[in-house]
């Protein structure tokens, strides 16, 4: 059985910082792509970051520079730095594990609130 179970979300202060964490079971995790995607209220799940295989990385265009994806293959977990975090950045966040479609995972997710 598959599991993704994302931990370290929580309410921050605009300007504060958090780490995201997103372990993986039932996979071979290091022949998949790993990414972080969110979703805020009444708006579409959005992707944030991917790292693949090689260890390349993609991050969306409105949270570089401050976000960071890494990964860990030996202890089959996938990270997100998040810097400098704004309220529009307050989301659903949840880890993916791709490789396939027919291999195509999620986690439940985990609530990251920005707010003074």
């Known amino acids: 059985q598959v599991q993704l179970v994302e931990s370290g979300g929580g309410l921050v202060q605009p300007g504060g910082s958090l780490r995201l964490s997103c372990t993986a079971s039932?996979?071979?995790?290091?022949?998949?792509?790993m990414g972080w995607y969110r979703q805020a209220p009444g708006k579409q799940r959005e992707l944030v970051a991917v790292?693949?295989?090689?260890?390349?990385?993609n991050i969306a265009g409105s949270v570089k520079g401050r976000f960071t994806i890494s990964r860990e293959n030996a202890k089959n977990t996938v990270y997100l730095q998040m810097n400098s975090l704004k309220p529009d950045d307050t989301a659903l966040y949840y880890c993916?594990?791709?490789?396939?479609?027919?291999?195509?995972?999620w986690g439940q997710g985990t609530q990251v609130t920005v707010s003074s």
């Open positions: 039932g996979i071979i995790f290091g022949i998949y792509n």
């Open positions: 993916n594990a791709f490789y396939s479609n027919y291999h195509n995972y």
């Open positions: 790292i693949i295989r090689g260890g390349n990385t």
